[in-house]
């Protein structure tokens, strides 16, 4: 069992981001904004506030802003120094990735999400990593990952970031399966992608924050295509916990929005608009504006 401290983070940003066309024919999805930043900023802000140092992204064709984006930009810094500008040089700089930080691999085809993880397999190495899906803005303080890593640092072993959902709503997710009687960090023994909500194990579902030990990608190496023709990463995951790895649960409690698809994306933009100081006041008129008297 690898151990040791998580020091690298892995971004699959592959997808072709289907549920938001026509927008996403020429932009990813990833860097659809949310308030002044791309939903992956939020994201490389969660795991860079958990201590994460290096960012691989497994990206496909058509993808290359995302790597324009995470650069330096010397030529529109200076013009925002020479304009005394500080304000927006400040959140452009903190918008860049150190030099030598980011990595960027290629999925040559969208075959799953456990296939672009293995795709990270050279720029992990034989350490534990985050992997955390930049569709799902996950909001509290601490962030999503901070509190992983504090339960890593416990347990050892996966961590899988759940939450608790209306019962009748599990059939839309993966499901987690928990061991009742291990306290409170759940130790998991199995998981069900989309199960009919009276074949569910549990009400906690699989929301986008993962820390995995290195020895998932010979796992991965062994799983068959699955749901949808797609090498699933939870198929690996149970392969791992049959093989008798460790996999606890971290009980996640802030909001999720989901960007991937409209209504997400729309919640998240007025979330995170009602919480900025200076438009706040705009926005909250404009809304009880649009509300039926
Ligand atoms: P999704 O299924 O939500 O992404 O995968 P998608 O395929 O882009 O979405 P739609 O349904 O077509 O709109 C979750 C995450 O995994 C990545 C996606 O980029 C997304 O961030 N992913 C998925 C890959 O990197 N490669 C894949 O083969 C599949």
Not at 103 to 119: N, T
Request: charged content about 25%.
């Amino acid at each position: 069992m690898t151990e040791g401290s998580v020091r690298k983070a892995v971004f699959p940003v592959a997808g072709l981001g289907t549920r938001f066309l026509p927008a996403t024919k020429a932009i990813p999805k990833e860097l659809l904004p949310v308030l002044d930043r791309p939903v992956l900023q939020w994201v490389v802000e969660e795991a860079r506030e958990a201590g994460i140092e290096e960012f691989i992204f497994v990206t496909a064709r058509g993808k290359e802003a995302i790597a324009d984006h995470f650069d330096a930009h010397p030529p529109l810094e200076e013009t925002l120094a020479t304009k005394g500008k500080d304000a927006l040089l400040a959140a452009v700089r903190a918008a860049s990735i150190p030099a030598g930080k980011a990595v960027f691999v290629r999925q040559d085809a969208p075959k799953g999400l456990g296939h672009a993880i293995a795709c990270a397999r050279e720029a992990v190495g034989d350490e534990p990593f985050a992997v955390l899906l930049p569709d799902m803005l996950m909001r509290a303080r601490p962030g999503c990952l901070a509190g992983m890593m504090r339960l890593h640092e416990r347990t050892g072993g996966g961590i899988i970031a759940v939450e608790q959902v209306p019962r009748e709503e599990v059939f839309k997710y993966g499901v987690v399966a928990l061991d009742e009687s291990s306290g409170e960090a759940m130790r998991i023994t199995g998981m069900v992608e989309k199960p009919p909500v009276e074949e569910a194990p549990s009400d906690f579902i699989i929301s986008g924050r993962y820390i995995l030990p290195a020895e998932i990608f010979s796992h991965l190496e062994q799983t068959a295509p699955g749901a949808g023709g797609e090498i699933q990463i939870t198929d690996a995951m149970q392969r791992a916990i049959d093989a008798g790895e460790p996999y606890h649960a971290y009980h996640f409690t802030g909001e999720t929005y989901d960007c991937g698809g409209k209504t997400g994306f729309l919640m998240a933009n007025i979330a995170f608009g009602l919480a900025d100081a200076e438009i706040r006041e705009d926005l909250a008129a404009f809304m009880r504006g649009m509300l039926p008297e």
